[in-house]
């Protein structure tokens, strides 16, 4: 059966937090269910799954990856072209290391942002459910389950005091 | 004590997005001033172009002169932005909040004018890809990585993109804010742009990493980028004054005092323009004034060790030019113009606290800052071309010519006025930041005092 979402939409953070327990208690596992908030707030305040990344490994192989076509094209552009200017020699070592730096400064940091983008799970195409006002400080409950689950979900939500509740089909329920 | 007011995310949403959605009065006819001044500087460049560089003030011996020193301090000012935030953010201050993205992106704006200065002083810009691009374009001829002048574009575009980058992903949460609110072409603007940013726990622990991860990479490229420019002078061997081995840092630091007394100014005009005094407090201000004092000095502990280890050479062109800049017009004026307005009249008057906390004062300040640092620059650089030959018949000077003073002039306008237009389309303050700031936020009772704190995880 396909997993369908649900999203409970919180007045404010101590709500959210104590319906997460009512979220628990109706069998939603703690995988299952998502915070989303307007601002970062400290790690466990909604007794959320602490997400796991390999953000770490991008600098990594951007630094790499830059240091490679910086030397490449230092090398391969004198090379192609040896003429010795100030009797120092064609591949100048104090020379290829500033290009060098850099090119390993510049492929840290694109790939960088693109493990950010990555690991974020951004560019989805899809936002649905979502509520703008979680933007506006309201924290959003998104418990993704099994679609005969879905009711049992929705009603753990109202009993924690969801103002809303919002389907991903946009059918918003007041409560 | 911190004279902060709590406010909800709501309140935060509307008065931190009233530069986009407000347009006050005054905005356009400055923005349309301001580009008329842009557009007057691109005529002259254009009719430089166009003339050749002969319009310019620039002859045997100085060949560098108002382009390239307005070159040096858009790099400087540049500095202060991404080192700002980025070392606030690593330290975890908590008055980097309102100071980040505007740092960050007078850092992005001065860089873009910074590297407009060589190419129109080069008279013929696109010849440039010549010598930087590493391609043949079929002549059989790359260009010399061997020259500083090719280690220059390699930093700077590295800074710049970097730079942007930083921007682009720190603002992403906020485009998120403004997606929220917005309808039409904006809407759909702002739902691109914001990449599908819902604002999960995966996707705020990420972007906090990234504030991190980000400020500890920039933060080397930054170093990098000034101590390479330093080195288009360190490294000629020619010119008196110039080959200094403490010029990289020299140039560092100078950078830093000048891009956070910048930053300084353009966080009191917004706080002005947009009537943000509950975010850019005075207690930030003060916090920043602190700061400069540090690094002023430093800056100014730097500037005595280049001209005393000149002197100390005891070498006849190089005490000779040090008389120069100290003892003749118009360097003397210039010379004692330039310590009193970046140092000697703004440290002492930091020191005091009113004047740290007075608006007026800081900006009055924080300009003068940046007039000396302009003149500073000027100052390193034109006497030593002018003395650079060793016989006198060959000595030269230099006066601007009114193109050249157009297009620096424009320069300023060009910064300002980008600044202005980014305001009506992002953010300047953090959205994110100051909520985070407010969550964080609280008061303890200590005693017979209720002293305001800050939470911060372990």
């Known amino acids: 059966?396909?997993?369908?979402?649900?999203?409970?939409?919180?007045?404010?953070?101590?709500?959210?937090?104590?319906?997460?327990?009512?979220?628990?208690?109706?069998?939603?596992?703690?995988?299952?269910?998502?915070?989303?908030t307007g601002c970062p707030y400290p790690e466990g305040a909604f007794g959320e799954k602490e997400p796991v990344h390999h953000i770490y490994v991008f600098p990594l192989v951007g630094?790499?990856?830059?240091?490679?076509?910086?030397?490449?094209?230092?090398?391969?552009?004198?090379?192609?072209?040896?003429?010795?200017?100030?009797?120092?020699?064609?591949?100048?070592?104090?020379?290829?290391?500033i290009i060098g730096y850099e090119g390993t400064l510049l492929g840290a940091v694109i790939f960088t942002i693109l493990g950010i983008i990555f690991e974020s799970r951004l560019l989805r195409p899809r936002l649905d459910p979502y509520d703008p006002r979680i933007t506006d400080g309201y924290i959003g409950l998104l418990v993704t389950c099994p679609e005969n689950k879905l009711d049992v979900m929705e009603q753990a939500l109202r009993r924690g005091s969801a103002v809303d509740v919002i389907h991903e089909k946009g059918r918003k329920s007041q409560t | 004590?911190?004279?902060?007011?709590?406010?909800?995310?709501?309140?935060?949403?509307?008065?931190?997005?009233?530069?986009?959605?407000?347009?006050?009065?005054?905005?356009?006819?400055?923005?349309?001033?301001?580009?008329?001044?842009?557009?007057?500087?691109?005529?002259?460049?254009?009719?430089?172009?166009?003339?050749?560089?002969?319009?310019?003030?620039?002859?045997?011996?100085?060949?560098?002169?108002?382009?390239?020193?307005?070159?040096?301090?858009?790099?400087?000012?540049?500095?202060?932005?991404?080192?700002?935030?980025?070392?606030?953010?690593?330290?975890?201050?908590?008055?980097?909040?309102?100071?980040?993205?505007?740092?960050?992106?007078?850092?992005?704006?001065?860089?873009?004018?910074?590297?407009?200065?060589?190419?129109i002083h080069a008279g013929r810009p696109w010849?440039?890809?010549?010598?930087?691009?590493?391609?043949?374009?079929?002549?059989?001829?790359?260009?010399?990585?061997?020259?500083?002048?090719?280690?220059?574009?390699?930093?700077?575009?590295?800074?710049?993109?970097?730079?942007?980058?930083?921007?682009?992903?720190?603002?992403?949460?906020?485009?998120?804010?403004?997606?929220?609110?917005?309808?039409?072409?904006?809407?759909?603007?702002?739902?691109?742009?914001?990449?599908?940013?819902?604002?999960?726990v995966r996707q705020w622990k990420l972007q906090l990493i990234a504030g991190i991860?980000?400020?500890?990479?920039?933060?080397?490229?930054?170093?990098?980028?000034?101590?390479?420019?330093?080195?288009?002078?360190?490294?000629?061997m020619s010119v008196e004054g110039w080959h200094s081995t403490v010029f990289a840092p020299y140039f560092?630091?100078?950078?830093?005092?000048?891009?956070?007394?910048?930053?300084?100014?353009?966080?009191?005009?917004?706080?002005?323009?947009?009537?943000?005094?509950?975010?850019?407090?005075?207690?930030?201000?003060?916090?920043?004034?602190?700061?400069?004092?540090?690094?002023?000095?430093?800056?100014?502990?730097?500037?005595?060790?280049?001209f005393l280890f000149g002197l100390y050479s005891l070498e006849g062109p190089e005490v000779a030019l040090r008389e120069l800049q100290v003892f003749q017009m118009p360097w003397k004026g210039l010379f004692i113009a330039f310590l009193l307005t970046a140092y000697f009249i703004p440290v002492p008057m930091w020191m005091f606290r009113k004047v740290r906390r007075s608006i007026g004062l800081m900006l009055f300040t924080t300009i003068l800052v940046n007039i000396g640092m302009w003149l500073e620059r000027f100052i390193i650089f034109i006497p030593g071309l002018a003395r650079k030959q060793s016989f006198t018949f060959t000595w030269g000077g230099y006066t601007p010519s009114p193109v050249e003073i157009v297009i620096i002039g424009a320069t300023f306008a060009m910064v300002s006025m980008l600044v202005l237009l980014f305001s009506k389309v992002f953010p300047l303050i953090p959205l994110g930041d100051a909520k985070e700031g407010m969550i964080l936020h609280d008061?303890?009772?200590?005693?017979?005092?209720?002293v305001p704190a800050v939470k911060r995880e372990e």
């Open chain 1, 1 to 36: 059966m396909a997993n369908k979402s649900v999203l409970g939409v919180f007045s404010d953070a101590d709500t959210a937090a104590n319906a997460t327990d009512v979220l628990l208690e109706a069998g939603c596992a703690q995988e299952d269910f998502d915070v989303l």
């Open chain 1, 63 to 97: 630094a790499l990856m830059g240091l490679c076509v910086a030397l490449l094209l230092t090398a391969g552009t004198q090379l192609a072209y040896p003429m010795i200017t100030g009797g120092k020699p064609i591949l100048a070592f104090p020379a290829m290391t």
């Open chain 2, 1 to 119: 004590m911190q004279e902060r007011v709590r406010l909800d995310d709501a309140q935060i949403n509307r008065d931190l997005l009233n530069s986009i959605f407000e347009t006050p009065k005054w905005y356009w006819p400055l923005v349309g001033g301001l580009g008329l001044i842009v557009l007057t500087g691109f005529a002259a460049a254009g009719y430089m172009i166009n003339h050749g560089v002969g319009v310019t003030g620039l002859n045997r011996p100085v060949m560098w002169g108002f382009f390239i020193t307005n070159f040096v301090f858009w790099i400087g000012i540049s500095h202060a932005g991404v080192m700002l935030s980025a070392i606030l953010r690593l330290v975890q201050a908590e008055w980097r909040r309102p100071a980040t993205r505007a740092a960050e992106v007078l850092t992005v704006f001065s860089l873009m004018t910074a590297m407009m200065m060589p190419l």
């Open chain 2, 127 to 200: 010849r440039v890809m010549y010598w930087v691009f590493p391609y043949d374009f079929a002549r059989g001829v790359y260009p010399n990585v061997r020259s500083a002048l090719v280690w220059d574009p390699a930093a700077v575009f590295t800074y710049l993109t970097s730079s942007i980058l930083f921007v682009f992903i720190a603002l992403v949460p906020d485009i998120a804010v403004l997606r929220d609110r917005s309808t039409g072409w904006r809407h759909i603007l702002y739902t691109v742009l914001a990449l599908g940013w819902r604002g999960s």
């Open chain 2, 213 to 236: 991860l980000l400020s500890a990479i920039i933060l080397p490229i930054f170093v990098s980028v000034h101590s390479i420019v330093s080195w288009d002078f360190a490294a000629a």
């Open chain 2, 252 to 306: 560092v630091i100078g950078a830093v005092h000048s891009g956070v007394s910048a930053v300084v100014t353009v966080m009191l005009i917004l706080r002005w323009m947009f009537k943000w005094e509950n975010y850019i407090r005075k207690e930030h201000i003060e916090s920043l004034a602190k700061l400069l004092i540090v690094v002023a000095t430093t800056w100014f502990f730097f500037f005595l060790l280049e």
């Open chain 2, 443 to 450: 008061e303890i009772k200590i005693g017979k005092v209720t």
